[in-house]
């Protein structure tokens, strides 16, 4: 266990930089990470019904299917219909992100003898970001993520790009923010992230 600190630590970067890597190395080292795309999955069966209303009549008339046959949202079409429409995602998030604030906050709050690190591409829109001493980004360039993606999921390239758009000028959320940023570049292989992240940590006294 290196961790040694009673902290809340940020874990934030674009699509496919590799935050989940990141997150095992630092499991590793004995953090306890919150994964907030898990999270979020657990805020929509809070709010499934209200996002299915909010949506009702742009995914008709886009002619997008937003419940699967067990009468559940399909998350795949939500996000197509999403993706492709930074006013509608601005509307979901208004709906998702009070609830996924509210988990993100008891579980810190029910871990309080541990350093927690939360795992969120979109950590400045919560206000955990305030609780948090420093904030790790780690990033690669657009090629190597949109390489990463296509390997890993199966969205067709143009899905991948809308959710890539999505987060244009993340890097700027953190910097306006006046947040500690720990910058970690991810372009070549895990034992490299790795030891970036180690010597990063320590910087902090970790
Ligand atoms: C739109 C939804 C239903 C699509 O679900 P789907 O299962 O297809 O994708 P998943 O949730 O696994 O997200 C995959 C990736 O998409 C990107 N992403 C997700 N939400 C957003 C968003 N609001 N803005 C930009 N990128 C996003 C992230 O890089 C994320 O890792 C879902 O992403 C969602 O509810 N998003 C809003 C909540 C959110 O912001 N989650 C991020 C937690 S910080
Ligand atoms: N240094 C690396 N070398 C090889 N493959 C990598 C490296 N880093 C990440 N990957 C792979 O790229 C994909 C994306 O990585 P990861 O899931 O960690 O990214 P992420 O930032 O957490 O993505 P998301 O925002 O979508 O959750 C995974 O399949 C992962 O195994």
């Avoid at 990141?22 to 019904?49: N, S, W, Y």
């Avoid at 390997?151 to 953190?174: C, G, M, V, W």
């Avoid at 947040?179 to 970036?196: A, E, H, Q, W």
């Amino acid at each position: 266990m290196t961790a040694r600190k009673q902290a809340v630590i940020g874990l934030t970067g674009p699509m496919c930089a590799g935050k989940n890597q990141a997150a095992e190395i630092l499991e590793q080292r004995g953090f306890l990470v919150i994964d907030a795309d898990q999270t979020a999955r657990r805020a929509m069966d809070a709010v499934e019904k209200d996002v299915l209303a909010a949506f009702g009549t742009e995914a008709a008339e886009k002619d997008i299917l937003l419940t699967t046959k067990e009468g559940k949202i399909d998350r795949r079409q939500l996000g197509k219909l999403l993706f492709a429409n930074q006013q509608l995602l601005a509307r979901h998030e208004a709906i998702i992100y009070p609830e996924i604030d509210r988990l993100l906050n008891e579980y810190i709050d029910s871990n309080t003898d541990k350093t927690v690190v939360i795992n969120a591409p979109l950590l400045y829109k919560s206000n955990v970001l305030a609780r948090c001493v420093f904030v790790i980004y780690i990033d690669a360039p657009f090629i190597i993520r949109f390489l990463r993606a296509s390997k890993r999921d199966t969205l067709p390239p143009s899905q991948i790009i809308d959710r890539f758009r999505a987060q244009n000028n993340l890097y700027a959320q953190y910097i306006s923010r006046n947040v500690d940023i720990l910058k970690v570049s991810n372009s070549g292989t895990l034992r490299v992230l790795k030891r970036r992240l180690e010597k990063q940590l320590e910087s902090r006294g970790y």
